[in-house]
């Protein structure tokens, strides 16, 4: 039974390095198009004409080239490179391709990158051949350095990896499946990975343990270690392989993508990927606690008061508010090391999709440089989110309950807002602490982003986490 998913290789996802025969497609703006077609053969220009071709971002048009081969126009804003470029590969048959422009400005990695992000299919269960039968593969342009290569090939294996994990089924991808994975990740990098589980988990890690010891596969805490220099970053993932609601039982309709709750433990592996392919100079260090919320004996009950690894006992308001009583004792853990920068990534609340839908993720920060240079990182990565506040006057509803903190306190309002003051109660308020609530699902498909399980955020802290290494 197929438990780990492997990273894909980059060639996999059409991106390929080798110099068999391919055919061009030339990259053109809406202007440079016109100026293309004054001085294209009448053959071309009839060929145009005759097929209604609009210039319009993110088409293309097949031409017949000498020896009968042919070539294609893509036409490109450069403005939207990442997704025009999902939608040129779409649009084009398949075969192998090479990248042609006059204009030096093209960003040749992005484009790349949209590429990539286009040929991923989740095929585990359908046998090997099926993905690669309509694969647009890419060379990778000469003229990019390594470091891009390693850039590129990281982020387009690394959300690839994170989809995998999301559309794994929860049978398989249950909190051993998810260990397996980030051991075979793991092992790739030569990275360390310590898993606490049984006696040690529930002496250590209480609330970790309370969650997921109603499930027949037992929860653990994975703590995988990469990098010896550089700043500090902790990855924290939300890791609830699969989410019932526990006695508090989710409607069956809710719970049908609930193996999906393990999306910010996806998240963070996936990032983690990227950030070791590409050598970024950082001590990383990657928490995921996981766990199925299931339905047993030994569920937890509403009202039940759980202890803590920060020794803070909460009151259970909701057993159906699981995944934030998980995170509390992984973000616990990290703080004892003082990194100098700890994210966590989680599927954690319906009100951050009220507030938001599902395709806009919510940040939260306790430092406002911080988050300003995560947005600012995810307008470049084209890869949005969009801050909530940690707004002070909502503590009181965590503190009415018979223990001093309620894990979701009284008010049925605001949720996504008290479910990140939660988890600050455990980060601190002086922490360079940021809070990230993801649906991590595209409900629908587009080009670059199929229906299904889905990296939102990661290539946007990608490229924060590249900056501090850089600093």
Excluded at 116 to 138: H, I, V
């Amino acid at each position: 039974m197929m438990s780990s998913f492997p990273l894909t290789d980059p060639s996999r996802l059409g991106l390929v390095t080798d110099d068999a025969p391919s055919r061009t497609l030339r990259l053109l703006t809406a202007d440079s198009f016109d100026d293309w077609l004054k001085t294209a053969s009448a053959e071309a220009r009839a060929l145009v004409e005759a097929s209604s071709f609009a210039a319009k971002s993110g088409r293309a048009i097949l031409l017949p080239g000498e020896g009968g081969s042919a070539h294609a126009i893509g036409i490109f804003d450069i403005n939207a490179p990442l997704w025009d470029a999902a939608r040129l590969a779409a649009a084009l048959p398949a075969g192998r391709w090479q990248l042609a422009t006059d204009d030096e400005a093209m960003p040749l990695e992005t484009i790349c990158l949209g590429w990539a992000l286009s040929q991923y299919r989740f095929t585990a269960y359908r046998g090997d051949d099926e993905a690669g039968d309509n694969l647009r593969q890419l060379m990778i342009p000469a003229g990019l350095d390594e470091a891009a290569r390693q850039r590129l090939c990281g982020l387009a294996t690394g959300v690839a990896f994170c989809r995998d994990l999301i559309n794994a089924p929860p049978n398989h991808m249950n909190p051993a499946g998810l260990e397996e994975s980030a051991r075979d990740l793991a092992s790739r990098f030569d990275a360390s990975v310590e898993v606490t589980a049984g006696a040690a988990l529930a002496t250590g890690f209480p609330a970790i343990n309370t969650v997921g010891r109603a499930a027949e596969i037992a929860p653990r805490l994975i703590d995988m270690r990469w990098g010896d220099s550089g700043p500090a970053i902790t990855l924290i993932g939300k890791g609830i392989t699969f989410d019932s609601g526990g006695l508090d039982l989710k409607p069956s309709k809710a719970m049908e993508l609930m193996k999906k709750d393990m999306g910010g433990a996806a998240t963070v592996l996936g990032l983690a990927a990227a950030l070791m392919a590409a050598g970024t100079r950082i001590r990383l260090r990657v928490l995921v606690p996981a766990a199925e919320n299931a339905v047993s004996s030994q569920s937890m009950r509403p009202l039940d008061v759980i202890d803590t690894r920060a020794g803070i006992p909460v009151e259970v308001g909701n057993t159906d508010a699981e995944g934030r009583l998980v995170l509390a004792d992984a973000i616990d853990l990290a703080c004892d090391e003082t990194p100098d920068f700890m994210i966590d990534f989680a599927t954690l609340t319906g009100a951050a999709r009220v507030a938001l839908g599902t395709e806009l993720p919510a940040l939260f920060c306790n430092h406002d440089d911080t988050a300003d240079d995560i947005l600012a990182a995810a307008g470049e990565a084209d890869d949005p989110l969009w801050r909530l506040p940690l707004f002070e006057p909502y503590e009181r509803h965590l503190d009415g309950g018979h223990v001093a903190l309620s894990s979701t306190g009284a008010s049925g309002y605001g949720g996504a807002i008290t479910a990140a003051l939660f988890l600050r109660r455990f980060a601190g308020k002086q922490t360079n602490w940021a809070h990230i609530d993801v649906m991590a699902w595209n409900l629908g498909g587009r080009p670059g982003r199929p229906k299904g399980g889905e990296a939102m955020g990661l290539r946007a802290l990608f490229r924060y986490i590249e900056g501090l290494a850089k600093a």
